[in-house]
């Protein structure tokens, strides 16, 4: 039986934890923080107050709101 590849946000998840060294959990629980923020300035905190890139914070915060139901 062959593997589905993972799409979409999540198929950033295990660059991202790679590259910034914590479990998508933790950036998550950090998105969820920000409250009702929209979406960009969600994306541009991640990129200037932790050093995410723009690709990796962009799908962050995109799995965060299909999940949560505010896409």
């Not at 593997?3 to 950036?27: D, L, N, Q, R």
């Not at 994306?43 to 949560?68: C, D, F, P």
């Amino acid at each position: 039986m062959a593997e589905s590849k993972v799409k979409g946000p999540a198929s950033y998840f295990p660059s991202i934890e790679k590259t910034y060294g914590k479990p998508v959990s933790h950036w998550l629980k950090l998105i969820e923080g920000m409250g009702e923020r929209k979406h960009m300035d969600i994306v541009s905190t991640l990129k200037s107050e932790h050093g995410l890139g723009h690709g990796h914070a962009n799908a962050l915060v995109a799995y965060h709101r299909a999940q949560s139901g505010k896409a």
